[in-house]
C-alpha cells in the first residue's frame, strides 16, 4: 500500500476549474430533475385536453368557446414540454474532454482541495494498491466527484461519537479501477437507499440534493458505476468504478 503526497501547485486553478464543473453538473442535473418531474403531468394534459376536443367536437353538443379554450390548453401544454427541451439543451455539459490518467494522478493533483475539506477533521488517509492500471476519463469531471463524495464523508462524519475518519482508498482488477471513501457517520438508513442518488433528493437542510445525483450522472457517462455500502464497524463507504483503458498496441 502506498501514500499519495498532496501536490500544492496549481491548486487555486483546480479549485476553480472543479467549481465550474460543478456548477455544470449540478445545473444540468437540475434540468434533468424538472423535466422528469414535468414531462408526465404535462403529457397527461395534453392528453385529457385532446380527448375532450374529441367529445365536444361533435353535431351536439357543439360548444365552440370550449372548443377553443381545450384547444389552448393543449397548445399550451404541448409548448411547456418544448421549453423543458430547451432548458435541457441549453444546460447540457457536451460530450466529456477524456484523456488517458491514472486515478492516483487525479487524486494528487486534487489532494490540497481535499485536505482543506476535512480540515476540521484533522486529516484524510489516502490509500493505494499498486499498480493501477490507466483510465481514459474526463479528468475534472472525475475530481468533481472524488470532491462530492468527500464532502459527503464530512458531512456524515461530523455526526460520529467517535473521533471521525476519512479515507480514500483505489483498487484495481483486470477490468477496472474502484475508488472509494469510507466515512465514520451513522449510515445510511434503510428507508433512504433507493433515493440517495436521485436529484433533488437530500437529508440535508442547507443540501440542494444534486451532490449525489452529478456524481452519478458522471460516472455513468464514463460506461461507470456508483454506489454505497453500510459498514458493519459503522460508517459508509461510497465507491465508483470505472472501466480500463484498452491495452496501447
Same mark, same amino acid.
Given at each position: 500500500?502506498?501514500?499519495?503526497?498532496?501536490?500544492?501547485?496549481?491548486?487555486?486553478?483546480? *479549485?476553480?476549474?472543479?467549481?465550474?464543473?460543478?456548477?455544470?453538473?449540478?445545473?444540468?442535473?437540475?434540468?434533468?430533475?424538472?423535466?422528469?418531474?414535468?414531462?408526465?403531468?404535462?403529457?397527461?394534459?395534453?392528453?385529457?385536453?385532446?380527448?375532450?376536443?374529441?367529445?365536444?367536437?361533435?353535431?351536439?353538443?357543439?360548444?365552440?368557446?370550449? *372548443?377553443?379554450?381545450?384547444?389552448?390548453?393543449?397548445?399550451?401544454?404541448?409548448?411547456?414540454?418544448?421549453?423543458?427541451?430547451?432548458?435541457?439543451?441549453?444546460?447540457?455539459?457536451?460530450?466529456?474532454?477524456?484523456?488517458?490518467?491514472?486515478?492516483?494522478?487525479?487524486?494528487?493533483?486534487?489532494?490540497?482541495?481535499?485536505?482543506?475539506?476535512?480540515?476540521?477533521?484533522? =486529516?484524510?488517509?489516502?490509500?493505494?494498491?499498486?499498480?493501477?492500471?490507466? *483510465?481514459?476519463?474526463?479528468?475534472?469531471?472525475?475530481?468533481?466527484? *472524488?470532491?462530492?463524495?468527500?464532502?459527503?464523508?464530512?458531512?456524515?462524519?461530523?455526526?460520529?461519537?467517535?473521533?471521525?475518519?476519512?479515507?480514500?482508498?483505489?483498487?484495481?482488477?483486470?477490468?477496472?479501477?474502484?475508488?472509494?471513501?469510507?466515512?465514520?457517520?451513522?449510515?445510511?438508513?434503510?428507508?433512504?437507499?433507493?433515493?440517495?442518488?436521485?436529484?433533488?433528493?437530500?437529508?440535508?437542510?442547507?443540501?440542494?440534493?444534486?451532490?449525489?445525483?452529478?456524481?452519478?450522472?458522471?460516472?455513468?457517462?464514463?460506461? =461507470?458505476?456508483?454506489?454505497?455500502?453500510?459498514?458493519?464497524?459503522?460508517?459508509?463507504?461510497?465507491?465508483?468504478?470505472?472501466?480500463?483503458?484498452?491495452?496501447?498496441?
Amino acid at each position: 500500500m502506498g501514500e499519495i503526497k498532496a501536490n500544492s501547485g496549481g491548486s487555486d486553478l483546480i *479549485l476553480k476549474q472543479l467549481m465550474e464543473i460543478a456548477r455544470a453538473s449540478a445545473l444540468a442535473e437540475m434540468a434533468s430533475g424538472v423535466a422528469h418531474e414535468l414531462n408526465q403531468p404535462l403529457g397527461a394534459i395534453a392528453t385529457f385536453s385532446q380527448a375532450g376536443q374529441r367529445m365536444l367536437d361533435r353535431p351536439e353538443p357543439m360548444v365552440g368557446r370550449a *372548443l377553443d379554450v381545450f384547444r389552448q390548453i393543449n397548445l399550451e401544454a404541448l409548448a411547456a414540454g418544448e421549453g423543458i427541451q430547451r432548458i435541457r439543451r441549453l444546460f447540457g455539459q457536451g460530450l466529456p474532454q477524456r484523456t488517458r490518467c491514472r486515478l492516483p494522478e487525479l487524486i494528487s493533483e486534487v489532494q490540497p482541495v481535499l485536505d482543506a475539506m476535512v480540515l476540521s477533521m484533522g =486529516g484524510l488517509s489516502v490509500d493505494v494498491s499498486h499498480p493501477i492500471p490507466d *483510465l481514459v476519463v474526463d479528468r475534472l469531471r472525475i475530481q468533481h466527484v *472524488l470532491c462530492a463524495l468527500t464532502q459527503n464523508a464530512v458531512e456524515a462524519s461530523a455526526q460520529a461519537n467517535n473521533p471521525p475518519t476519512i479515507r480514500i482508498d483505489v483498487s484495481s482488477d483486470r477490468y477496472s479501477v474502484e475508488t472509494g471513501v469510507t466515512d465514520s457517520g451513522p449510515g445510511v438508513p434503510a428507508d433512504l437507499q433507493d433515493q440517495l442518488f436521485r436529484p433533488f433528493f437530500t437529508t440535508k437542510p442547507q443540501g440542494t440534493g444534486l451532490g449525489l445525483a452529478s456524481s452519478r450522472a458522471i460516472i455513468e457517462s464514463h460506461d =461507470g458505476a456508483i454506489g454505497f455500502v453500510n459498514l458493519p464497524a459503522g460508517g459508509s463507504r461510497f465507491w465508483f468504478r470505472l472501466p480500463v483503458a484498452e491495452t496501447r498496441g
